[in-house]
């Protein structure tokens, strides 16, 4: 059954991946207390921290505020912690790097990532008030 609220998610996906609340907020590097609030609906989580919790639930934040059908997670048990082809690649070419370049392909790809999740965040937002307007 499709989980229907931001909340409901949060707790079902925590569930599936069989984290507690407190592990869910130390690999998320937030406070439990949020975690809590999150998942009794209080409130949801805004840039950083959306980011942060998708990363730790491994799905998207997209599914994670709107359950959207086609950003549906993998299943915890189809989920691996080995690497993929595309992970081994880049790990190779980034061990192939002098260590003089190393740290400034890690910051170039840290804004890449940030820039990323600006955008995202400013598109979930238009979405968020575009179903505010329509309803």
């Known amino acids: ?6 909340s409901e998610r ?3 996906r925590r569930a599936e991946l069989g984290l507690s609340r407190a592990a869910l907020a130390k690999a998320a590097k937030i ?3 949020s975690v809590l609030k999150w998942e009794n609906g209080q409130n949801e989580p805004k840039g950083a921290n959306l980011f942060a919790l998708a990363k730790a ?3 998207s934040p997209t599914w994670l505020l709107y359950g959207d059908e086609e ?13 993929d082809e595309r992970q081994k690649r880049l790990l190779d070419l980034f061990d192939s790097l002098p260590e003089s370049a190393k740290e400034s392909h890690i910051i170039e790809l840290e804004q890449k990532v940030l820039g990323f999740n600006n955008l995202l965040e400013e598109l979930l937002e238009v979405r968020k008030n575009s179903n505010k307007t329509n309803k």
Do not use: D, W, Y
């Not at 059954?1 to 931001?6: N, V």
């Not at 950003?71 to 690497?83: C, D, K, R, W």
């Open 1 to 6: 059954m499709q989980k229907t609220h931001f």
């Open 10 to 12: 949060v707790a079902a």
């Open 31 to 33: 406070s439990s207390v």
């Open 57 to 59: 639930l491994r799905c």
């Open 71 to 83: 950003q549906l997670p993998i299943p915890a048990e189809q989920l691996t912690s080995e690497l």
